[in-house]
């Protein structure tokens, strides 16, 4: 989201003569059709709303990147039973009635219709009140809506769609509707389903269209996270490979890559480029962000809810970190960042390579009894032979170093709360009953450790969100490149990802390369184990909000299930099922109110 759009421009009709007769009084907080936009300022605002959308409660703001994605996918253990619809996400077994999707339905629909909207008062500007010197501007301006409405139709589709395309089918399978104008009627809101490769077909449309559109555009300063063409064709790539659309899929992702520009960042920049570091936004890697600045409005999105007229998120409220206590004991007093619902699972360090056991407290001999408890005289510090194992395994570089830009280690990291710089400690929501089954590790990426969020930014985030980035298009083409027969430029290109996290020429062969398509990686699981792709996918977008689609089009939701086993806040295994689970369940709402929705998905 491009910085100085924080809300829709709005325009009232004037108020005609005195009387106070309803049908003559405009109404306040809404613009006239017949006379709005009259500038390009007024249309740059129309379309503002579509960027800000993604950081709505229902989408970025607030519930997407850490329940949606992160309990899905696994990402995240949940710590926090109150809530029966999130536990769902954790388990993988979703209701018709779940919150979750029917917000985030309900999200995406309506950046759909931001776009839509767009679009229109696009065309009735041109008509009306555009100078013909405007006119490339305007295009550029179409251009991002057709980006920002494929974006919105991309998500709903890999969310909800019945099923993916693959080589043996699947594009006569459900969808979900399209709408490519605002309903002007109760009828027209009534839309079917789509078939799959419909949808599909009108995302790659939009994807053009806005590729064309954007052709020559360059933002700067407070505009250069507008989308650009390479954002759109970086979007279109990657919706090539999400249809087994391989030849198409290699042209378009080699197109950003070698005239996009963009360039892996060094991973000097790259280990902080997750959090509130502004020197970082926008870099020589990303293709596309959204915009996210620490407002310290009174709760963050939800300070004037609904809507939220800031450009902040809350998200990190939810994987916020766990810090020691101010009395130097782990369940000691402010020891929470934020909620702590939410912590990196197990077994997710074991697949970046990190195999040590959970780690033990021990009697401190420097404890002084005379004095008080604290930061500085604590009476149980962690084992320091096990402290000088995990920092050995981190510098020798045997754990892959992309867990340390994602994660945060107990006893071994820090982080600042309530302006005192403090060791990290295990995640306080789990509870001190049940902590010592668990490495309780928090989440570092996306998130607030420079103090308490309600400190000094109330519950307002700072980092922006990464949508698309040249690591994930090289990823994509040696996807493309792979399922085409050239597995050596596929390979290179994996091992350029690799190679960056390790700190080696991204350009250059090195001492970390995968040999081979099936070579090991630091994960052992089915999955994983050997699959340098898919391996390579998860460690670099972890937390990102990718991992779910893949696990649903390569269809390895059975596997994943089955190692990440148990979860909380039950204890109980995941209820994973090939018939449902690959598919968020149409809301109820949408089916009772839409007579032509169809059928719902399978198992529902």
């Given at each position: 989201m491009f910085k100085k759009i924080i809300i829709i421009a709005t325009a009232?009709?004037?108020?005609?003569?005195?009387?106070?007769?309803?049908?003559?009084?405009?109404?306040?907080?809404?613009?006239?059709?017949?006379?709005?936009?009259?500038?390009?300022?007024?249309?740059?605002?129309?379309?503002?709303?579509?960027?800000?959308?993604?950081?709505?409660?229902?989408?970025?703001?607030?519930?997407?990147?850490?329940?949606?994605?992160?309990?899905?996918?696994?990402?995240?253990?949940?710590?926090y039973g109150g809530e029966q619809a999130w536990t769902e996400l954790a388990l993988n077994h979703l209701s018709v009635s779940n919150t979750y999707a029917n917000d985030l339905w309900k999200g995406c629909y309506v950046g759909v219709k931001e776009a839509n909207a767009f679009l229109e008062r696009a065309d009735f500007y041109e008509k009306n009140y555009m100078a013909l010197s405007e006119q490339q501007v305007v295009n550029f301006?179409?251009?991002?809506?057709?980006?920002?409405?494929?974006?919105?139709?991309?998500?709903?589709?890999?969310?909800?769609?019945?099923?993916?395309?693959?080589?043996?089918?699947?594009?006569?399978?459900?969808?979900?509707?399209?709408?490519?104008?605002?309903?002007?009627?109760?009828?027209?809101?009534?839309?079917?389903?789509?078939?799959t490769r419909e949808v599909w077909d009108f995302i790659i449309n939009d994807l053009k269209k806005s590729a064309d559109l954007l052709h020559g555009a360059a933002w700067s300063g407070p505009n250069k996270g507008r989308a650009t063409e390479w954002s759109a064709k970086a979007l279109l790539g990657k919706a090539y490979v999400f249809t087994q659309d391989w030849g198409n899929a290699k042209t378009t992702l080699r197109d950003v890559i070698d005239h996009s520009g963009k360039s892996l960042m060094?991973?000097?920049?790259?280990?902080?480029?997750?959090?509130?570091?502004?020197?970082?936004?926008?870099?020589?890697?990303?293709?596309?962000?959204?915009?996210?600045?620490?407002?310290?409005?009174?709760?963050?999105?939800?300070?004037?809810?609904?809507?939220?007229?800031?450009?902040?998120?809350?998200?990190?409220?939810?994987?916020?970190?766990?810090?020691?206590?101010?009395?130097?004991?782990?369940?000691?007093?402010?020891?929470?960042?934020?909620?702590?619902?939410?912590?990196?699972?197990?077994?997710?360090?074991?697949?970046?390579?990190?195999?040590?056991?959970?780690?033990?407290?021990?009697?401190?001999?420097?404890?002084?009894?005379?004095?008080?408890?604290?930061?500085?005289?604590?009476?149980?510090?962690?084992?320091?032979?096990?402290?000088?194992?995990?920092?050995?395994?981190?510098?020798?570089?045997?754990?892959?170093?992309?867990?340390?830009?994602?994660?945060?280690?107990?006893?071994?990291?820090?982080?600042?709360?309530?302006?005192?710089?403090?060791?990290?400690?295990?995640?306080?929501?789990?509870?001190?009953?049940?902590?010592k089954y668990f490495h309780g590790w928090s989440f570092k990426k996306f998130t607030t450790m420079d103090n308490n969020l309600w400190a000094k930014s109330n519950a307002a985030d700072g980092a922006n969100y990464y949508i698309i980035r040249l690591a994930d298009v090289f990823l994509l083409y040696a996807e493309a490149c792979m399922?085409?027969?050239?597995?050596?430029?596929?390979?290179?290109?994996?091992?350029?990802?690799?190679?960056?996290?390790?700190?080696?020429?991204?350009?250059?062969?090195?001492?970390?390369?995968?040999?081979?398509?099936?070579?090991?990686?630091?994960?052992?699981?089915?999955?994983?184990?050997?699959?340098?792709?898919?391996?390579?996918?998860y460690v670099e977008l972890f937390a990102e909000g990718h991992w779910w689609f893949d696990v649903c089009r390569w269809r390895i939701g059975k596997a994943e299930a089955q190692y990440y086993g148990n979860t909380l806040p039950t204890g109980g295994p995941i209820e994973w099922s090939d018939t449902r689970s690959y598919s968020f369940p149409i809301p109820g709402n949408e089916i009772n109110s839409n007579v032509k929705i169809g059928n719902q998905n399978p198992g529902y």
């Open positions: 009232a009709l004037a108020m005609s003569g005195c009387k106070k007769d309803p049908v003559n009084v405009a109404q306040k907080d809404v613009y006239s059709s017949n006379e709005y936009p009259k500038t390009l300022k007024d249309l740059l605002g129309v379309l503002g709303a579509g960027y800000g959308n993604y950081r709505s409660y229902e989408l970025a703001g607030f519930q997407l990147l850490c329940k949606t994605f992160a309990c899905s996918e696994h990402t995240a253990d949940l710590a301006m179409r251009g991002e809506a057709y980006f920002l409405r494929a974006f919105y139709y991309f998500n709903l589709e890999c969310f909800f769609g019945e099923a993916y395309i693959t080589s043996s089918g699947g594009g006569d399978k459900l969808g979900v509707p399209i709408y490519t104008s605002i309903p002007k009627t109760l009828e027209e809101t009534q839309q079917p389903r789509k078939t060094p991973f000097s920049k790259y280990k902080e480029a997750f959090n509130d570091k502004p020197e970082n936004e926008f870099n020589e890697e990303s293709l596309f962000e959204i915009n996210v600045d620490r407002v310290p409005a009174n709760y963050g999105i939800f300070a004037d809810f609904p809507p939220n007229k800031n450009l902040t998120t809350s998200q990190g409220l939810i994987w916020s970190p766990s810090a020691i206590g101010d009395n130097g004991i782990e369940n000691g007093p402010n020891n929470n960042l934020g909620y702590c619902n939410e912590f990196v699972h197990d077994k997710n360090l074991r697949r970046f390579g990190f195999d040590s056991a959970i780690y033990k407290l021990v009697d401190n001999p420097s404890f002084d009894p005379g004095k008080a408890e604290s930061l500085t005289n604590q009476k149980k510090i962690i084992d320091p032979n096990y402290k000088a194992g995990v920092i050995a395994m981190r510098t020798n570089k045997t754990v892959d170093p992309r867990l340390y830009v994602v994660a945060l280690e107990p006893w071994i990291d820090s982080v600042t709360n309530n302006d005192i710089r403090k060791p990290v400690g295990k995640c306080v929501g789990i509870g001190p009953d049940i902590q399922n085409s027969g050239e597995n050596a430029n596929a390979l290179e290109y994996i091992n350029k990802v690799k190679r960056r996290a390790y700190g080696y020429d991204v350009n250059a062969a090195s001492p970390v390369d995968y040999a081979s398509l099936s070579a090991p990686t630091k994960a052992i699981d089915v999955n994983l184990g050997n699959n340098p792709l898919r391996y390579e996918r």
